[in-house]
């Protein structure tokens, strides 16, 4: 008797074929929320580093009007 002439066998060996495939793509799923929760920490690393980059440009403009007003307010 094969595995084909048997239903209990045919059906456990759909099961396990089953159960491989739920594991892949398990574990894709998982991959692939590794990833967007890096990309998530990347981005807001490098974002938090922009804004820093930002705030000081500001004030450096800021800075600078203030100069560019007194002076102006001398002559």
């Known amino acids: 008797m094969s595995i084909?002439?048997?239903p209990v066998q045919?059906?456990?060996h759909?099961?396990?074929a089953n159960r491989e495939y739920?594991?892949?793509i398990t574990s894709s799923i998982k991959?692939?929320?590794d990833f967007l929760n890096s990309f998530?920490?990347?981005c807001r690393s490098r974002l938090a580093t922009l804004n820093e980059k930002l705030t000081a440009?500001?004030?450096r403009i800021e800075y600078?009007?203030?100069r560019v007003s007194g002076f102006e307010m001398m002559v």
């Open 14 to 16: 759909q099961d396990w």
């Open 64 to 66: 600078i009007e203030a």
């Open 57 to 59: 440009l500001e004030r």
């Open 31 to 33: 991959k692939i929320a």
């Open 40 to 42: 998530d920490m990347s």
């Open 10 to 12: 045919r059906e456990i």
């Open 4 to 6: 084909q002439d048997d």
């Open 22 to 24: 739920i594991e892949v």
